[in-house]
């Protein structure tokens, strides 16, 4: 991942935060942020997408074996 922030928009009241989160770590979601310029690059996704399948396919052996998440 770069250096770059992701930038999200979070109900708060009748409004919204603005939140900026680092590229490559857990957005306000749950999910992966990335940031404008990593999802402009095929390279880097291709990377990012590579690794979410290593991530899915090793939580999936670890239920199957009765550990990690359910």
């Known amino acids: 991942m770069c ?3 992701a930038v999200y928009y979070v109900p708060r009241g009748y409004s919204h935060k ?4 680092a ?3 857990t957005d306000p979601y749950g999910d992966r942020a990335v940031c404008d310029d ?3 690059n095929a390279a880097e996704m291709a990377k990012i997408d590579a690794a979410e399948e290593i991530i899915a396919a090793d939580n999936a052996w670890s239920r199957s074996a009765g550990w990690g998440d359910w």
Do not use: A, K
Request: proline share 0%; aromatic share 8%.
């Open 38 to 40: 990593c999802l402009n």
């Open 3 to 5: 250096n770059g922030y």
């Open 23 to 25: 590229c490559g770590t």
């Open 18 to 21: 603005e939140v900026r989160v």
